[in-house]
């Protein structure tokens, strides 16, 4: 080869090579990143936690907020709710912040975020969740059972930083009693350990289930222990005495029958009815006197007081002591209105991308008692749209609400004001099984709002159930806790005497039968949409 053509290409080659050299070693601009890690939170007590988080990187330094956003759902955002660490962290690290005023046994979704002033830019760690507690508390054998008395037990093992105002037992005939049905106070502000109480008045030879029970403020949060059940003992030698029936109930009056099955072991003395204003009344409050022996008797008692509810019990009583039958409650007629909106329409709630839906409120057994046999004549409700949505009375019962009663199209509805339904056929209440009466919303449109709330707060699982494709009812105000409102919906009672009195309302129909669809539903009000 040409010695010079060999020095040219040795020449090109070095050149390429320096050129290379210098490219590589040329600087090359890296952007750090933002990155944040969410890890367990701490401290989970009953309406509190602490959250935490790890700074890894602080990338260009650019941070202005860092904190914790939270909700029901999994993966929220900076749109839900959020905390804050106080200053603009310069360091990397773990970190933490405190969050109150959450519900308790309710599972909670959160991740760490951090906020990048000049772009905006929001990195958030990875979703993490916790479940907060309720008062950790059981329920113990009864002890002392007698024949109208026993001793109730329970043990409080973990406050968990509950504020309980109130404890004790609840108690019925069937299982899983709640607080609405009979109470004993223990007492107050519990500490830690075991307690009890007496209760008295209870029928012969009957089971009765009860569980220990928290309760923090008047109608706060209750906590319940397990279910236990006992037998009350039998007096062969006490009458067996049974209520039938209270009836022709007006505001002052009330008739009362009763029968004598049994007398025991001696003759029936004296017969009659204990009445009163709370559970259980017994010789030693308000009695009549009806004959002696065995067989029916009744008795009218007058100068009872308007709305009020009284309890009544049948007595027996022969040598050997007093026996008593079942209670049975009744209102005396007089102007009230039951219902839990404050009757005042302040907003209204829709599903953020249209349809149909079902609205209602539910009103249990021991809510009804007094109520029984009586007809739900009207309902009164506030829709916020007209055309082409369309709307439909119903009333469901049953414990779950699924058993669809009564169902009315409303011809014609005046959107932004209280509409009136007569309805076709009155429905009488059957005060053993829970009712739900409400309406279907038909044809609402995205965007829209139809069903009329008021400001809150919300009865929860009472005064603001909503369901639609035949699911379960769900509570408005927990599947979105800034929907915290009672539907405007309230319905009228009338008693045999024909006498009105207005009850809640709320519930839903047939095309869309109650089952075990648990679609989440996407709702939201005509404020939330408008902020």
């Not at 933002?34 to 890890?39: E, R, S």
């Not at 860092?66 to 749109?79: E, R």
């Not at 009155?426 to 279907?440: E, R």
């Not at 069903?451 to 009472?462: H, I, K, L, M, R």
Request: overall charge negative; some cysteine; charged content about 15%.
């Amino acid at each position: 080869m040409n010695r010079t053509l060999t020095k040219k290409i040795l020449l090109v080659v070095i050149a390429v090579f320096i050129a290379n050299q210098y490219y590589s070693c040329k600087k090359i601009d890296v952007v750090r990143e933002v990155m944040v890690k969410t890890l367990d939170a701490g401290d989970v007590a009953t309406t509190y936690a602490t959250l935490k988080g790890d700074v890894i990187d602080l990338g260009e330094g650019d941070i202005t907020r860092i904190g914790f956003c939270y909700s029901l759902s999994n993966n929220p955002t900076m749109a839900d709710d959020k905390i804050f660490l106080p200053g603009i962290p310069n360091e990397i690290g773990i970190y933490g912040a405190p969050v109150a005023g959450l519900d308790q046994n309710t599972t909670y979704y959160f991740r760490t975020f951090a906020e990048e002033g000049n772009t905006g830019t929001v990195s958030y760690g990875s979703a993490s969740s916790f479940t907060t507690k309720e008062v950790d508390i059981k329920t113990l054998d009864a002890i002392n059972v007698a024949e109208t008395s026993a001793t109730l037990g329970g043990e409080i093992i973990n406050l968990f930083g509950a504020s309980v105002s109130s404890y004790g037992f609840v108690y019925s005939l069937s299982d899983n009693p709640t607080i609405d049905d009979f109470k004993k106070i223990a007492g107050n502000n519990p500490s830690i350990g075991i307690y009890s109480a007496g209760i008295v008045g209870l029928d012969q030879n009957t089971t009765y289930y009860f569980r220990a029970f928290t309760e923090e403020g008047n109608g706060g949060y209750v906590s319940y222990g397990n279910t236990k059940s006992f037998t009350s003992l039998e007096n062969i030698n006490l009458p067996v005495v049974a209520t039938l029936q209270v009836f022709n109930i007006t505001e002052t009056e009330a008739t009362c029958s009763g029968n004598v099955t049994n007398q025991g072991g001696s003759n029936v003395t004296v017969r009659g009815f204990c009445i009163g204003q709370q559970h259980n009344p017994t010789i030693n409050d308000v009695t009549s006197e009806n004959g002696s022996g065995l067989g029916e008797f009744i008795h009218q008692f007058s100068g009872l007081a308007p709305g009020n509810t009284y309890f009544v019990r049948s007595y027996a009583e022969n040598s050997y002591g007093v026996a008593y039958g079942n209670e049975i409650s009744f209102f005396t007629g007089g102007p009230k209105w039951l219902h839990y909106d404050n009757g005042e329409n302040h907003d209204g709630i829709g599903l953020n991308e249209g349809g149909d839906f079902d609205v209602a409120i539910k009103f249990n057994p021991a809510q009804l008692q007094g109520y029984d046999g009586w007809k739900v004549t009207k309902f009164r409700f506030f829709p916020r749209s007209g055309l082409p949505t369309t709307y439909s009375i119903e009333i469901y019962t049953g414990p779950d609400g699924t058993n669809l009663e009564y169902l009315q199209d409303v011809l014609f509805v005046t959107a932004n004001e209280w509409n009136e339904v007569v309805l076709d056929d009155p429905f009488t209440i059957d005060a053993s099984h829970a009712l739900y009466p409400g309406y279907w919303v038909q044809e609402q449109s995205p965007g829209d709002f139809p069903a009329g709330v008021d400001e809150g707060p919300a009865f929860t699982g009472q005064g603001d159930l909503i369901s639609t494709d035949g699911a379960p009812w769900q509570a408005l105000s927990i599947i979105n806790p800034a929907l915290d409102f009672n539907w405007n919906l309230q319905i009228f009672i009338s008693n045999a005497s024909g006498e009105e009195k207005l009850l809640n309302t709320v519930i839903k129909d047939d095309p869309h039968q109650k089952g075990e669809n648990t679609k989440p539903l996407q709702v939201s009000s005509s404020n939330q949409s408008n902020r």
